[in-house]
């Protein structure tokens, strides 16, 4: 026991004495541990922050954690097999949608009414002009600006539906639910359960959408992704906050992969960062720790004494690191609520203040023990005389097993934040194969450089040498370099790809103004006087057949052979050519010929249809049957029109049908537009999108806003990355530097031979990042972020690797400038 | 200046500014080397024998006074004339050998030949070649200095200030890093090819025993140089 305490004491004052003395060995080590503990602690809280932030969105523009949507009532029983038996409810909505008439006086006009229960809304979304919403009482009904224009109405008033009149109790400001599914083309009204029983209205035999929205305790994916695969076996949607990815929401849940993939890049870097920071750590040191081996201390009371003092240094570092990063997210969380509008939620700060300190702990371990191990083989006589060096035995077995154990704790932080054990192992070992072939690659392609150096001037070979004396440490500098350059290139291009998919494919293509209720002999005339509006015919019609199957009958039996809802009338249209939001994925455009029917790709699936198959419509009593000789993908979250079904227009052309239609106009031309179509045809509905695009278009900011901060602090701990690798490399040729100018060589030589070595290993990763960081875009975009355009040719990413190669070349002039010491010094024959 | 002598000490002075005490080191110092003479400087531990090899090559700049080699003052040469003269008029033998490690056997031989730039591929393979034989090294050229003993360091050190044909050899305690019966045997063969080529050597060691088989014995002590009168054991 006495000699436990005692051998304590001793290990305790070494350690204290280390840390003490060789204090200046420890800065870069403390820096680089103090920077790490500050950019994955400040991630992790905007992330956390953001997530929650976003998730509000999400549920505000979902309208619960759960929505569940059917085209006919679902009772109790049904909603709980949904839902099934493990989802605990806190609160729960149901509503349905369905198109009817107000009148006023003299005035009409179609309307969406939204029948609602008590509890809605479950989650926020709905704002009420002037004041607050309250549940309409059964008299009771809110209506919607354009409502309130068709129908010259103020609040107060009364309205009439189904022979009931209804007064006005406020004008409803924003749903956000209206950005979910597409835009609403009628205006809309609100009236309570009761309020709609009082207008005695079959409710059966209405055509009606039916919503249930929930607020659930246990909201993690698992739980909830149970009831995705429910909810296709009743031909019900459910939408699911987090998860389903319906409208504008994917615009939502692919920040959120971007932020996650954002703290793995991060955790990635700290593993380099602080690998290189221990490496260099113990490289400084050895000849200390020589010392100490030498005056007879124990191998093992080293390492103790060594664990201790890292551990002195962790402790400081990720308090300092720490505290600053609760300073700077609340600046930069004021800044953007002052600047932007957007109040990021303030996070609880036990999940990421344990995340970070496992972090920064257990790389700091993983890395440090091969480091110390290898350490540990050397005698100390080699270290103080430099006797005969054992052979590095098994490079790339030593590389592996270092570049798994810093590994392992990376591992456990994907499946963690990716909630997902199989796609975490597959993430973070892709990863480690790329490491490890670019390792590989190095290796050889120094040894070959190696082996032909004597073909090459004295200069280059020297550089080759060096390189190839370096061993491990060469490749792990090299390839760290080239994964901090490679995350800092994804990182740009993935923030690159996600803006311009946000402003572009979610904002732009958002149109300004709808027009809807469009008679065929009015389309001329509408597009002789405004060349850009399109317009879509709509054809009603039910389907009868697909192929063998009869849809409604299956439908009238009742037994689930078929899901109720092929039984709804669909809009056929039809058209010459593909919309900027289409693509075709099987078979051919329509080419002109009878009854070619092409069939939107998500629809195809669920109900069964392939190429070839025949599909029988009844329109206006008559038999349409069509052959599928193509299959689409449409992309719905763009706000443009969505068909099931296009058509030639020699098919369709005879039958009844009414158009409606889209455009971009701003100011001006809105005014024009819309006067000439009130003096023409007044009885064309104008929609004007101003109010769904101005949320839009703040969400848009808010994201894009969200994308940037985060991906800030990754790319300045790849700089930081970048520097320990030049200080630790400038130490390392320092004594080498020396020698060669002991034998007679100019210093005009070896600064250039540093020169070379620092840009051109910056280079050499560099350009491997960008063609790594293109393909690893290409990858996330299409199957993680599932969007089609990827920006992988960036100007401001170019420019931030030439910044980055001009950085270098300025922090090695820099260091080469500031070291002073004397030849004699650098020569250990002199050590003062 | 004599016409046979090489290198002349001027009423040197070198400080150090430790923790600004000023620490001097010798002061007033003067000394004369002839050619091809063969030169121990001895003194105790911290009497400065290191520091004045570092000034004989160039690798420090006194406080005051001058050094002249081959009729050149070096203290007021540039950097890269300092280099120029680290390569072409004197070779530096270390203690702790200073092998570039990087580098196998036969590149650090042939490294000041490299760095001078001026021979031929040929002419560099040919010098190193025999150099490796003489010093009996012929089947260690490509092996690293971490491979290498420390009397094999020795000798690759040794062969590579041979290999520049300077005509001063500094040596710091050649054998001072070797056990008694390699470090013999490294003295000789140093001394042996010093002979052969005729060079001039300047050997810092603090064993009396090395001392008394060079020419002359200079002792640093008191700040200041003081021959010793000695009778030149045979090698």
């Known amino acids: 026991m006495k000699e436990k305490v005692y051998n304590f004491k001793t290990i305790f004052k070494f350690s204290l004495r280390i840390v003490s003395r060789e204090w200046k060995k420890f800065i870069l080590p403390f820096l680089s541990l103090t920077f790490t503990t500050l950019i994955v602690f400040t991630v992790l809280l905007f992330t956390n922050s953001s997530s929650m932030f976003l998730e509000d969105k999400n549920k505000e523009l979902i309208g619960g954690d759960i929505s569940i949507e059917s085209n006919y009532e679902l009772d109790d029983k049904s909603l709980g097999d949904i839902l099934g038996q493990d989802i605990k409810v806190i609160d729960k909505s149901s509503q349905y949608d369905f198109s009817g008439i107000l009148t006023k006086g003299d005035l009409n006009t179609p309307v969406s009414l939204s029948v609602v229960d008590n509890s809605y809304p479950v989650y926020g979304g709905l704002s009420i002009e002037g004041s607050t919403y309250v549940t309409p009482k059964e008299d009771e009904i809110y209506i919607d600006k354009n409502a309130q224009t068709k129908l ?60 249930y929205t929930y607020i659930i305790e246990d909201t993690s994916k698992d739980n909830l992704t149970k009831i995705i695969d429910r909810e296709e076996m009743r031909g019900v949607s459910v939408d699911i906050a987090g998860i389903s990815e319906p409208g504008f929401v994917e615009g939502l849940s692919l920040v959120e992969q971007f932020l996650v993939l954002a703290v793995l890049l991060s955790c990635i870097l700290a593993a380099v960062n602080i690998y290189a920071g221990m490496l260099y750590l113990l490289t400084i040191m050895r000849k200390s720790f020589a010392v100490l ?5 124990e191998k093992k009371k080293l390492g103790l004494t060594l664990s201790l003092s890292l551990f002195y240094i962790l402790i400081l570092s990720t308090l300092l690191g720490g505290g600053l990063s609760l300073i700077i997210f609340n600046f930069i969380r004021e800044y953007i609520f002052l600047n932007f509008d957007l109040e990021l939620p303030l996070v609880d700060l036990l999940i990421p203040t344990i995340l970070t300190l496992f972090v ?63 796609y975490g192992l597959i993430s973070i070992f892709a990863i480690i194969a790329i490491y490890v072939l670019l390792a590989v690659l190095f290796y050889y392609l120094i040894l070959t450089l190696y082996k032909k150096r004597s073909k090459f001037k004295f200069l280059t070979r020297t550089l080759i040498s060096y390189k190839y004396k370096d061993g491990l440490f060469g490749i792990v500098s090299l390839t760290s370099l080239y994964v901090a350059l490679t995350s800092l290139s994804l990182l740009i291009l993935l923030q690159s790809t996600l803006t311009t998919f946000i402003q572009k494919d979610l904002g732009e293509r958002l149109p300004t103004v709808y027009i809807v209720d469009i008679q065929k002999s009015q389309t001329e005339s509408i597009k002789e006087n405004f060349k850009d509006v399109t317009l879509f015919p709509n054809v009603g019609a039910r389907i009868l057949f697909i192929d063998d199957r009869d849809i409604q009958k299956g439908i009238a039996l009742a037994d689930g052979s078929v899901s109720r809802e092929f039984g709804r009338e669909y809009n056929l249209t039809y058209r010459e050519d593909l919309l900027p939001n289409e693509k075709v994925v099987k078979g051919k455009w329509l080419s002109g010929e009878v ?31 069509a052959t599928v000789t193509s299959i689409r993908e449409s992309d719905s979250r763009s706000g443009l029109p969505f068909f099931y079904f296009v058509f030639n227009p020699k098919d369709l052309e005879k039958y009844p049908a009414t158009f409606f239609g889209y455009n971009y106009l701003d100011g001006l031309e809105k005014n024009n537009f819309t006067k000439f179509l009130a003096q023409n045809f007044p009885n064309i509905s104008i929609i004007d999108t101003a109010e769904i695009t101005k949320f839009a278009e703040g969400l848009i900011g808010g994201l894009l806003v969200i994308i940037f901060v985060i ?17 630790s490399s400038f130490e390392g040729r320092r004594k080498q530097s020396a020698q060669m100018m002991a034998l007679g060589a100019k210093k005009k030589f070896i600064e250039r031979l540093y020169y070379l070595e620092t840009i051109s290993t910056t280079l050499f990763s560099g350009v491997l990042g960008y063609l790594t960081a293109i393909l690893g875009t290409l990858f996330i975009a299409r199957y993680y972020f599932k969007i089609e355009s990827t920006s992988l040719y960036n100007v401001e990413l170019l420019i931030a690797l030439g910044a980055i190669i001009l950085f270098v070349v300025i922090l090695a002039k820099v260091l080469w400038k500031s070291d002073k010491k004397p030849l004699r010094e650098l020569l250990s024959y002199e050590e003062r | 200046m004599d016409k046979n002598t090489i290198i002349e000490i001027k009423n040197l002075k070198k400080e150090f500014n430790d923790n600004d005490t000023p620490l001097v080191i010798f002061e007033d110092t003067s000394l004369q080397i002839k050619d091809g003479e063969k030169v121990a400087i001895v003194g105790a531990s911290g009497s400065g024998k290191s520091t004045l090899l570092s000034l004989l090559a160039g690798l420090d700049r006194p406080t005051e006074g001058e050094i002249h080699v081959k009729n050149r003052m070096i203290n007021t040469l540039s950097l890269d004339e300092l280099s120029e003269y680290r390569n072409k008029q004197v070779s530096i033998i270390f203690q702790s050998f200073e092998l570039v490690s990087p580098f196998n056997s036969f590149e650090n031989i042939s490294a000041p030949l490299d760095i001078r730039g001026t021979f031929t591929a040929k002419d560099i393979e040919d010098i190193t070649n025999t150099l ?22 020795q000798r690759v050190a040794i062969a590579r200030a041979l290999a520049s044909n300077a005509d001063i050899i500094l040596a710091d305690e050649p054998t001072g890093s070797l056990d008694g019966k390699t470090g013999g045997r490294v003295l000789d063969l140093l001394l042996r090819e010093v002979d052969k080529r005729g060079k001039t050597l300047i050997i810092i060691t603090h064993d009396m025993n090395i001392a008394e088989k060079m020419d002359r014995i200079i002792e640093l002590k008191d700040k200041n140089l003081h021959e010793i009168k000695h009778e030149r054991k045979s090698v």
């Open chain 1, 360 to 422: 920064v702990f257990s790389i700091s371990f993983a890395s440090f023990i091969p480091s110390l191990r290898s350490l540990m083989r050397l005698n100390p006589k080699i270290l103080l005389s430099g006797g005969q060096e054992p052979k590095e035995k098994n490079v790339f077995g030593n590389f592996i097993i270092i570049t798994l154990s810093t590994l392992i704790p990376l591992v456990l932080i994907a499946i963690f934040l990716l909630e997902s054990f199989l």
């Open chain 2, 132 to 153: 490796l034989q003489e010093v009996g090294l012929k089947d260690r050229a490509h092996s690293f200095p971490s491979t290498l003993s420390g009397g094999e360091r």
């Open chain 1, 293 to 297: 081996l030498a005056i007879g201390f």
């Open chain 1, 595 to 625: 009854n070619e029917v092409s069939v939107e790709k998500e629809f195809a699936e669920r109900a069964d249809i392939v190429m070839g198959s025949r599909v029988v419509f009844s329109i206006q009593g008559f038999e349409v049957e």
């Open chain 1, 152 to 211: 010259d109405v103020s609040v107060g008033e009364d309205i009439i539906y189904a022979n009931k009149n209804y007064k006005v109790i406020g004008i409803i400001e924003k749903d956000s639910k209206s950005l979910l599914s597409g835009f609403n083309f009628l205006p809309q009204v609100l009236i309570s359960k009761e309020g709609f029983n009082r207008a005695s209205i079959d409710k059966s035999l209405l055509r009606a959408e039916y919503t």
């Open chain 1, 711 to 727: 991906s800030i602090p990754p790319l300045v701990l790849a700089l930081f990355l970048i520097v320990t690798l030049i200080i």
